[in-house]
T-cell receptor, first 110, second 110 residues
Framework: TQLLEQSPQFLSIQEGENLTVYCNSSSVFSSLQWYRQEPGEGPVLLVTIVTGGEVKKLKRLTFQFGDARKDSSLHITAAQPGDTGLYLCAGETSGSRLTFGEGTQLTVNP | NAGVTQTPKFRILKIGQSMTLQCAQDMNHNYMYWYRQDPGMGLKLIYYSVGAGITDKGEVPNGYNVSRSTTEDFPLRLELAAPSQTSVYFC?????????FGPGTRLLVL
C-alpha cells in the first residue's frame, strides 16, 4: 500500500505569515495533486504537477514536486483568512488511482 | 452542467440496515470513484470504475458494493451497515488530470 505522509496535521497562524506544508512518500508517483477542502464540501483541485523538480505558482501559493517524484511541498506567502481550509496532497499511481495524504488543517487568524 | 451530484446529503442508518448512495455525473467522464473520509482525515478509495461495466476494488472495499451500468451513474451499496461505516462519502469523476468531487453524503450508523 502506498502511503503519503503529510505534515503538519494542524497549523494555526496569523494573517500575513508564511507557511509550508509537506507531503512525503517512499513511493514514486506519476503526478502529484494538491486539493483544498472547505467544511461540508468536496475537495477542489488546486494544481497538478507531473514533472520531477517542477515548481508551479498559483498567486500566493507555490507548489513543488521533488526530483525523485516522491515528495511535494506547498508554500503559502502572506496567508489570509480566506486560505483557511483542509489541504490534501494526492499522488497518482497506475490505473488512474489517487492516494491521499491525511491532510493539513490550516487556520489563518485575522 | 450540474457536475457530480450525490444523494442523499445525510442519512442515519441502524446497524444491519442497507442503503444505496447515489452518484451521477453529466460530464461524460469514463472514470468514477467512491471515497470515504473520516473526521479530520484524508480520503480512502473504496471502489472505482474506468468505464461502464467495469469496476475494481480500492483500499477499503469490505462492506460495500458498486455497479456501473451507465457512464453517468455509479451507485454505492451498503448491505449490512456497521458503526465503522459512519463517515462522509464522496463520489468523484475524472477527466485527464482532474478529479471532480461531489458534495458528499454524510452517513451515521447507530
Amino acid at each position: 500500500t502506498q502511503l503519503l505522509e503529510q505534515s503538519p496535521q494542524f497549523l494555526s497562524i496569523q494573517e500575513g505569515e508564511n507557511l509550508t506544508v509537506y507531503c512525503n512518500s517512499s513511493s514514486v508517483f506519476s503526478s502529484l495533486q494538491w486539493y483544498r477542502q472547505e467544511p461540508g464540501e468536496g475537495p477542489v483541485l488546486l494544481v497538478t504537477i507531473v514533472t520531477g523538480g517542477e515548481v508551479k505558482k498559483l498567486k500566493r501559493l507555490t507548489f513543488q514536486f521533488g526530483d525523485a517524484r516522491k515528495d511535494s511541498s506547498l508554500h503559502i506567502t502572506a496567508a489570509q483568512p480566506g486560505d483557511t481550509g483542509l489541504y490534501l496532497c494526492a499522488g497518482e499511481t497506475s490505473g488512474s488511482r489517487l492516494t491521499f495524504g491525511e491532510g493539513t488543517q490550516l487556520t489563518v487568524n485575522p | 452542467n450540474a457536475g457530480v451530484t450525490q444523494t442523499p446529503k445525510f442519512r442515519i442508518l441502524k446497524i444491519g440496515q442497507s442503503m444505496t448512495l447515489q452518484c451521477a455525473q453529466d460530464m461524460n467522464h469514463n472514470y468514477m470513484y467512491w471515497y470515504r473520509q473520516d473526521p479530520g482525515m484524508g480520503l480512502k478509495l473504496i471502489y472505482y470504475s474506468v468505464g461502464a461495466g467495469i469496476t475494481d476494488k480500492g483500499e477499503v472495499p469490505n462492506g460495500y458494493n458498486v455497479s456501473r451500468s451507465t457512464t453517468e451513474d455509479f451507485p454505492l451499496r451498503l448491505e449490512l451497515a456497521a458503526p465503522s461505516q459512519t463517515s462522509v462519502y464522496f463520489c468523484a469523476s475524472r477527466m485527464v488530470g482532474t478529479q471532480y468531487f461531489g458534495p458528499g453524503t454524510r452517513l451515521l450508523v447507530l
